[in-house]
C-alpha cells in the first residue's frame, strides 16, 4: 500500500511520537526531564559517554595518549544508558546541554572545566598534551580541517543514512537513495585523500584520523546498521580499507574501541544498541 503523501502544515507541532525505535527519547525541547547526579571517580578527567562511533573518539584518544606516556591522562568512563534517558538527568545536561554523548570535565585544574562535542574534547586533550596533533601551522590547519570535516558529515552518515536505511517506521527509497549517495560521496573524499598521504593530516596519525576512523570503521567493519556495508559497497574504497586496518590494528585504539563493552571483558555495562547515538543524529 502507498503512502500517502505528506503535506506540512504552515506551523509544525509536536503533537504525536515521531515512529520507529528511538521515538520515546526523540523530542524538540531541550534541558533536563529529572533529577540525577553524576559519579564522579578519583582520575583527572571524568567521561561520561557510550560505546558508539561518538564516544569512541575520545576513549582512543586517552588510550593512545596513555600508551605515549602521557600518565595524566587518566580517565574515569561512566556509562551513559541513552536509551534509557540519561542524556536528560540534570547531571549530564549541566556538562551538555545539548544531550548528547560524550560529555566530560577535565578535573585536572583547580576547578572542573566541561567540554562537550567530541571534535572539542578531541581539540582539548589533544592540546593540553602537546600529542596528536601538528604543531606547524599548516599541519595544524589540515588536522583541524579534516576533523571538522567529519563532525559535519556525522548527522549524514548516522541521522542520515542511518535512520533511513534502519530506524525509520516505514522504509522509503528516495531518502535512503539520497543518504546512501551522500556517505559514498564522503568515502571517496576520504579515498582519494589517502591515496595522496598515508594519514588524512599528512604523514602523521593525528585527531583528525581518530575522529574520522571511528565512523568509517563503523561503515567498513561493523557491517553499519545490519547491512550497510554491503549495501553502500565500502570494501571497494581501498585507500579508506588499507587506513582503517592500519589504525584499527593499533593496540591503544583496541583498548578504546573496548570501553563500555562488557563481552570484552570491560567493567562498565554498555547498551545493545552499537550505534545508538549515530541513530539519533
Keep these: 500500500m502507498a503512502e500517502t503523501e505528506y503535506v506540512p502544515p504552515k506551523v509544525w507541532k509536536w503533537d504525536k511520537p515521531s515512529g520507529g525505535s528511538v521515538a520515546s527519547i526523540n523530542r524538540p525541547i531541550a534541558g533536563a526531564t529529572h533529577d540525577k547526579e553524576l559519579p564522579r571517580g578519583e582520575h583527572p578527567f571524568q567521561l561520561y559517554s557510550l560505546g558508539s562511533p561518538n564516544g569512541q573518539k575520545v576513549t582512543i584518544l586517552f588510550e593512545e595518549l596513555l600508551a605515549a606516556g602521557f600518565g595524566g591522562a587518566e580517565y574515569d568512563a561512566w556509562l551513559i544508558h541513552i536509551m534509557e534517558g540519561d542524556q536528560f538527568g540534570s547531571g549530564f545536561v549541566d556538562i551538555n546541554p545539548n544531550s548528547k554523548i560524550p560529555g566530560m570535565l577535565d578535573c585536572s585544574g583547580p576547578e572542573p572545566i566541561r567540554v562537550f562535542e567530541s571534535a572539542a574534547i578531541l581539540l582539548h586533550l589533544a592540546e593540553k598534551f602537546g600529542a596528536f596533533i601538528p ?59 589517502l591515496a595522496e598521504v598515508p594519514f588524512l593530516a599528512g604523514e602523521d596519525y593525528s585527531i583528525a584520523d581518530i575522529a574520522v576512523f571511528c565512523w568509517f570503521r563503523y561503515f567498513h567493519s561493523a557491517n553499519a546498521y545490519d547491512g550497510g556495508t554491503e549495501f553502500l559497497d565500502i570494501l571497494s574504497y581501498k585507500n579508506v580499507d588499507r587506513w582503517v586496518c592500519e589504525i584499527e590494528a593499533r593496540v591503544p585504539v583496541k583498548r578504546g574501541l573496548r570501553v563500555n563493552l562488557p563481552a570484552e571483558g570491560c567493567t562498565a555495562e554498555r547498551h545493545s544498541a552499537a550505534d545508538i547515538d549515530a541513530v539519533m543524529g
Aim: proline share 5%; glycine share 8%; net charge positive.
Design 135 to 193: 604543531t606547524d601551522e599548516k599541519g595544524r590547519a589540515e588536522c583541524l580541517s579534516w576533523l571538522f570535516w567529519q563532525m559535519s558529515n556525522a548527522p549524514s552518515m548516522g541521522g542520515g543514512f542511518g535512520h533511513f536505511y534502519r530506524v525509520a517506521p516505514v522504509k522509503l527509497e528516495y531518502p535512503i537513495n539520497r543518504y546512501a549517495m551522500e556517505v559514498k560521496r564522503i568515502f571517496d573524499v576520504a579515498d582519494r585523500r
